[in-house]
């Protein structure tokens, strides 16, 4: 039997704080500021281009 990948196996958890963003989140885990990146995280959020991170939301990082 094939073991089912729990959501917790595909992200990791980040609280967002003071000063940050899309960029600097995805610099933060993926080393980088690919924009397609940052459609990761977004998409994995269910966020468009227009929303913003509030301070303490916990969103969701998809791992690589």
Same mark, same amino acid.
């Given at each position: 039997?094939?073991?089912?990948?729990?959501?917790?196996?595909?992200?990791?958890?980040?609280?967002?704080k003071?000063?940050d963003?899309?960029?600097?989140?995805? @610099?933060?885990f993926?080393? *980088?500021?690919?924009?397609?990146?940052?459609?990761?995280i977004?998409?994995?959020?269910?966020?468009?281009? *227009?929303?913003?991170?509030?301070?303490?939301?916990?969103? @969701?990082?998809?791992? @690589?």
């Amino acid at each position: 039997r094939q073991r089912q990948m729990c959501i917790r196996d595909r992200y990791d958890t980040y609280t967002v704080k003071a000063g940050d963003s899309f960029i600097s989140i995805c @610099k933060q885990f993926y080393g *980088n500021e690919n924009m397609a990146d940052v459609g990761l995280i977004r998409d994995a959020n269910n966020m468009g281009e *227009n929303d913003e991170l509030l301070i303490g939301m916990e969103i @969701k990082i998809p791992r @690589k």
